[in-house]
């Protein structure tokens, strides 16, 4: 499996010489964090408006040397707080790929978007409070130079949660996962965890077959 790794410090994306110990042992949990291996992780540089300290990685599901899609996890944290967080931390994460026409065409796509979501979180057993996001599908059709490409449909999942167990690692990892399935594969099976922390799972969404190559 694939982790970020690198110096907390490099990636904090303030321009701050020093940050605080719980910022700086988030981040530590982030670097060290095991993905799946299909996903590729690189530092990026982070937002510098939204929040007092930020990290930020981007990634990309590639399989068989296609990439099949991509996205960026962000984490912020303001030590003061934020109302809108309900806390002191909040991932702010962007998934897309393209669909499959059968897939595209499915009424419930928004709600199965977001379903992945939520299920990649629990199954992680990542606690989190306040989250909110939008899941956008937009159709393309091609003209002209372009005509012999197919028509494409892509999927785009924006999302924000306050992370409520200080286990951030959990959380990029989940993430990971639902890039891994808007990929189309299925999911990661995850670590074991104690039983006190492993979720109860309702009924699962099934998941879809292997998405398309992504466009450029």
Known sequence: MASVGGNPAQHDGTGKESAPIGFTAAVRALAAARVRPEVRLSPAPAPRRLAPYAWAVTAEVEVDGEELADGRFVLLHDPAGQEAWNGEFRV??????????????????????????????????????????????????????????????????????????????????????????????????????????APSLGGVVPMPARRRPRSH
Do not use: K, N
């Open 92 to 197: 702010v994460t962007m998934a897309r790929a393209e669909l499959e026409p059968e897939i595209a065409g499915d009424p419930m796509l928004g709600e199965v978007g977001w379903s992945w979501l939520m299920d990649a979180l629990q199954s992680h057993g990542a606690g989190y409070a306040e989250p909110g996001g939008t899941v956008t599908h937009a159709a393309s059709q091609y003209f002209g130079a372009l005509a012999e490409r197919p028509a494409s449909t892509e999927i785009e999942l924006r999302a924000s949660w306050t992370p409520a167990d200080g286990r951030f690692e959990r959380h990029l990892t989940a993430w990971a996962d639902l890039l891994g399935v808007c990929a189309g594969l299925p999911p990661a099976a995850p670590a074991p965890l104690p039983v006190a922390d």
